[in-house]
């Protein structure tokens, strides 16, 4: 399965359900996410995504409280 990229489509715009998966595959590779885009992806999404952090070993308290990035 070849994913098609979506050009200028913000995230806001696409489906939960495809943003989930990217965090996914993020975390699969072992991209260099800092705690600040960790914590950016939970306050976004909420428990799905604290899930997926948590299940690729990279959750931890302090991400419930780290510093909001700017968009």
């Known amino acids: 399965m070849s994913r098609q990229p979506r050009p200028g489509v913000s995230h806001r715009q696409r489906p939960l359900d495809e943003r989930l998966q990217r965090l ?3 975390l699969a590779t072992g ?3 800092s705690d600040a ?8 999404y ?3 995504a604290r899930a997926l952090i948590r299940q690729h070993g990279r ?3 302090g ?5 909001p ?3």
């Not at 885009?37 to 976004?44: G, S, T």
């Open 24 to 26: 996914a595959r993020q």
């Open 31 to 33: 991209a260099a996410m």
């Open 37 to 44: 885009v960790l914590a950016q992806w939970i306050r976004r």
């Open 46 to 48: 909420g428990e799905p």
């Open 59 to 61: 959750y931890h308290a």
């Open 63 to 67: 991400l419930e409280t780290a510093a």
């Open 69 to 71: 990035q700017q968009d």
